[in-house]
Nanobody, 122 residues
Framework: QVQPVGSGGGSVRAGGSLTLSCEVS????IGWFRQTVGREGVAAFE????TTYAEFAKGRFTISRDNSNHLYLQMHNLEAEDAGTYYCGAVRQRGGRCPPLNKWLHYGVDFWGPGNLVTVSS
């Protein structure tokens, strides 16, 4: 049974860094979302190696995975606008491929990890 588990939220000053982690197995399409005003995709794996990022995450956030079913999100140069609750998520492939990150909510995320609260102070 697939069961994502998350950890790593915290409080940092603007410009600081945090790393989130999540344990999920049984999926190729895994990624991170955040809940600020609404829920939006942050970054995801499109296959075993290819990653995709939301515009706001490019150059500051890095998604990675290891061979022990851990998914990570390294976040650098955090801004006040990055504050929110971050979730790992997983979707099943459609037609043998991972859907685009901006379609995950439309298709329905199959599993959500627990939220990781991130606060950023100025």
């Amino acid at each position: 049974q697939v069961q994502p588990v998350g950890s790593g939220g915290g409080s940092v000053r603007a410009g600081g860094s945090l790393t989130l982690s999540c344990e999920v197995s049984g999926y190729t399409c895994i990624g991170w979302f955040r809940q600020t005003v609404g829920r939006e995709g942050v970054a995801a794996f499109e296959d075993d190696e290819t990653t995709t990022y939301a515009e706001f995450a490019k150059g500051r956030f890095t998604i990675s995975r290891d061979n022990s079913n851990h998914l990570y999100l390294q976040m650098h140069n955090l801004e006040a606008e990055d504050a929110g609750t971050y979730y790992c998520g997983a979707v099943r492939q459609r037609g043998g491929r991972c859907p685009p990150l901006n379609k995950w909510l439309h298709y329905g995320v199959d599993f959500w990890g627990p939220g990781n609260l991130v606060t950023v102070s100025s």
